[in-house]
């Protein structure tokens, strides 16, 4: 069974930085995703299994950074310059494919969810 830890969420005021880490039980291409309440899961950044690739909403382009530590099977999402709009339950997921998805049905485990807060 795949398990995946996430964790690095809190309250940050506005143009604060954060970063959220999800440890993973294995090696596998990651995606981050985020829910506000009220909304539905959006896609954040993706990185392939080697780390060669990412992929990241347009919303959080040059702001949110995506990385992976391949020797502790960790993920990594740096967020900086964050806005009230980026509050949301952030879940880390994987995938046994190597490369980068945007969908959330193309991921096959999924993390407990962290919650980031900024606030204005």
Sequence with gaps: QVQL?????????AGGSLRLSCAASGSYAMGWFRQAPGKEREFVAAISRSGGAASYADSVKGRFTISRDNAKNTVYLQMNTLKPEDTAVYYCAARAQRWVATIGDYYDYWGQGTQVTVSS
Aim: without cysteine.
């Design 5 to 13: 830890v996430e964790s690095g969420g809190g309250l940050v005021q």
